[in-house]
């Protein structure tokens, strides 16, 4: 059973940092692109940032490039969101994600999904 733990969330001023998590079990975690994923209340989910199953390939949001920087560790089974300058904009929940698969990094599709951690930054 593939299991997807976010943890790293929780609330901060304009302008802090935050570093997200997620924690991968139950697949071969260096054949999965990952992505991190937020949806804000009353709007669509939508992508942050994903990296490839070798961590070669990296893509973002425009609205967080330069503030975010996504990595993983295949070793460990994990793959990291460290945020900083956050902004109130930046405040949803935000989802870790798995597409099994190589090729360029994905935006949508993806396979198997986290429950989410709430981020909340503050004005």
């Known amino acids: 059973q593939v299991q997807l733990v976010e943890t790293g969330g929780g609330l901060v001023q304009a302008g802090g940092s935050l570093r997200l998590s997620c924690a991968a079990s139950g697949l071969t975690f260096d054949t999965y692109a990952m992505g991190w994923f937020r949806q804000a209340p009353g709007k669509e989910r939508e992508f942050v940032a994903g990296i490839s199953w070798n961590g070669r390939r990296t893509d973002y949001v425009d609205s967080v490039k330069g503030r975010f920087t996504i990595s993983r560790d295949n070793a460990k089974n994990t793959v990291n969101l460290p945020m900083n300058s956050l902004k109130p904009e930046d405040t949803a929940v935000y989802y870790c994600?798995?597409?099994?698969?190589?090729?360029?990094?994905?935006?949508?599709?993806?396979?198997?999904w986290g429950r989410g951690t709430q981020v909340t930054v503050s004005s």
């Open positions: 994600a798995a597409d099994l698969g190589g090729g360029p990094v994905p935006r949508d599709g993806y396979d198997y």
